[in-house]
């Protein structure tokens, strides 16, 4: 294992506490910006257990259940990590009674599906320099490496099957194949590439290495989304996104990507091209066809997107893209069981 000259791995811990297994031989703290579970992942590796589903059945959790800020201590005191920032990093899943929203890396969230926890993405490139899973990658519409530039990896390119967190190692598939590239990774475009870097910039340690390599792309300015997510908390980009691309989602256009399901990079790239062609028919005042699903999902995105924070910049340009849409009256249709708008609680 490759280790930086600030590691502490395989370090004598000077910490009194012990969890009900005891301190691990191998120890580490998570490192800036590193995935929950990615530190899991490694420091089990490292200690040979089995993996993540070793160090969730010890938590007397299921190899399905997820990591949360409650676990934190626990796992702390066996790998090393500093319990306050693997709470950070673990968040809240927003599961059980009486529970609120979901947090990411210290972000308030409303949509489980804004966060991949099932099937990981990750870069090869990145996973031979230094065997660390980067938190960016958990968010479901980051499709890039913001180091490297190239396109994440969700598949394994020997069985073909969805990576999974349940794997022996990090740069390991669970079918037991090394994790490496088969010929040149695939380019993201530059609005995939842009939008990874803003949700990099929103979830990385202020002066870690990883935003260090965060640098826009000349062109950036040039795409609308980009321009209109730059201001806005993560809560409210995401929402604002999503609902863009929602609210073009059903319609007959250039579109025809077809996914598995809404975590594939596959579906993200979609959303994010979809998003990005309905906002430019938008401010060019042409006319267009919003059609959205059972309860208006797209509206109620964008009251989240206005809610998210409480900041300005939220608000003001979420309500602006509502009254723009419904300002096109009879020139748009919006296609709903429930087309009640004025009944929803967009002004809260």
């Not at 703290?29 to 257990?49: C, H, K, P, T, W």
């Not at 031979?128 to 969700?154: F, I, K, P, Q």
């Not at 910049?313 to 602006?320: P, Q, T």
Request: aromatic share 8%.
């Amino acid at each position: 294992m490759t280790l930086d000259s600030s590691s502490n791995l395989g370090k004598p811990e000077t910490s009194s506490a012990a969890g009900l297994w005891g301190q691990f031989p191998i120890r580490d703290d998570i490192q800036d910006s590193e995935s929950a579970n990615g530190y899991v992942l490694r420091m089990a590796v490292a200690n040979f257990l089995n993996g993540i589903p070793a160090a969730k059945k010890m938590l007397g959790k299921t190899r399905f259940a997820v990591f949360d800020a409650s676990d934190a201590d626990r796992v702390a005191s066996w790998f090393g990590a500093d319990p306050v920032r693997l709470a950070v990093a673990f968040g809240t899943t927003g599961i059980g009674r009486n529970s609120e929203e979901m947090q990411f890396r210290g972000h308030d969230l409303s949509r489980s599906y804004f966060i991949n926890r099932l099937h990981p993405r990750i870069c090869i490139r990145c996973l031979e320099e230094n065997s660390r899973c980067h938190a960016d990658w958990e968010l479901s519409l980051v499709t890039a490496c913001t180091h490297h530039g190239n396109t994440l990896v969700d598949k394994c390119p020997y069985c073909l099957g969805d990576l999974s967190w349940n794997r022996p190692a990090v740069n390991t598939c669970q079918c037991g194949n090394i994790l490496v590239e088969l010929g040149e990774p695939d380019a993201p475009s530059t609005l995939e590439r842009e939008f990874s870097r803003w949700c990099a910039t929103k979830v990385c340690t202020p002066g870690s290495s990883i935003e260090m390599d965060l640098v826009a792309c000349p062109s950036a300015d040039d795409l609308p989304l980009i321009r209109l997510v730059q201001p806005l908390s993560l809560q409210g980009g995401l929402s604002l996104v999503y609902a863009l691309g929602t609210a073009d989602r059903c319609s007959q256009g250039d579109f025809t990507v077809t996914h598995r399901k809404k975590s594939s990079i596959g579906a993200a790239q979609e959303v994010l091209r979809r998003g990005s062609a309905l906002l430019a028919q938008v401010q060019e005042g042409n006319a267009v066809d919003f059609k959205t699903s059972s309860l208006s999902v797209v509206m109620k995105l964008l009251a989240e997107s206005a809610a998210a924070s409480n900041q300005s910049a939220d608000k003001s340009l979420a309500y602006s893209l509502v009254n723009k849409m419904l300002r096109y009256g009879g020139r748009s249709t919006w296609k709903s069981r429930y087309p009640q708008l004025s009944q929803m609680d967009l002004f809260p």
